[in-house]
Antibody
Framework: EVQLAESGGSLIQPGGSLRLSCAAS????????MHWVRQAPGKGLEWVSR????????AYADSVEGRFSVSRDNAQNTLYLQMSSLRAEDTAVYYC??????????WGRGTQVTVSS | ELTQPPSVSVSPGQTAKISCSGD??????AYWYQQKSGQAPVAVIY???KRPSGIPQRISGSSSGTMASLTISGAQLEDEAVYYC??????????FGGGTLLTVL
């Protein structure tokens, strides 16, 4: 089955760090740009980051620039999001998303990150 | 920034139109995503006007200048969802609109 499965979300104190993982199955991520999108409780979608298929190009939303870092291991078919200096406003469900011809065509179920003391 | 109306309400069988405005749309395509309660989003329109396979023909998209629109002709109860427009800024970073809750009742 073609799917994405995020993991690594948890309750973390402000200022802390966390690494999210996204394991792909049923297809190879090496052929795709991959993105992270988040959704705060009761709020809309917010694009967070993207990474080129070979990992050579990345981009970030202003709200996470300098604090988050996206990476990938195509051999392990896994995407990562390293988050540091976490703030309360980073609390959200984080989705791993596959892009095909610029369309977000496959979404994971998401992993919950809660930043609170 | 992409701006959408917070909500749109129509009766079953009527036409629903959701707008999305922003400077990014003058240079980049608009994409539309449908998110039903408790589910991950699904693409319903890409490249301004194209429908992914499996999306009903009653859903269509258009774009002109800094405005994009999603139209659902003959809305059905199953179309109730939050709809998000999406595009990219000049640096290629993603931009979502705030979302529009479509109510069919």
């Amino acid at each position: 089955e073609v799917q994405l499965a995020e993991s690594g979300g948890s309750l973390i104190q402000p200022g802390g760090s966390l690494r999210l993982s996204c394991a792909a199955s049923g297809f190879s991520i090496k052929n795709h740009w991959m993105h992270w999108v988040r959704q705060a409780p009761g709020k809309g979608l917010e694009w967070v980051s993207r990474i080129k298929s070979d990992g050579s190009v990345t981009a970030y939303a202003d709200s996470v620039e300098g604090r988050f870092s996206v990476s990938r291991d195509n051999a392990q078919n896994t995407l990562y999001l390293q988050m540091s200096s976490l703030r309360a406003e980073d609390t959200a469900v984080y989705y791993c998303v596959r892009a095909a011809l610029l369309v977000f065509d496959l979404w994971g179920r998401g992993t919950q990150v809660t930043v609170s003391s | 920034e992409l701006t959408q109306p917070p909500s749109v309400s129509v009766s079953p069988g009527q036409t629903a139109k959701i707008s999305c405005s922003g400077d990014a749309l003058s240079e980049n395509y608009a994409y539309w995503y449908q998110q039903k309660s408790g589910q991950a989003p699904v693409a319903v329109i890409y490249d301004d006007t194209k429908r992914p396979s499996g999306i009903p023909q009653r859903i269509s998209g258009s774009s002109s200048g800094t405005m994009a629109s999603l139209t659902i002709s003959g809305a059905q109860l199953e179309d109730e969802a939050v709809y998000y427009c999406f595009s990219r800024d000049i640096r290629g970073r993603g931009l979502f609109g705030g979302g529009t809750l479509l109510t069919v009742l």
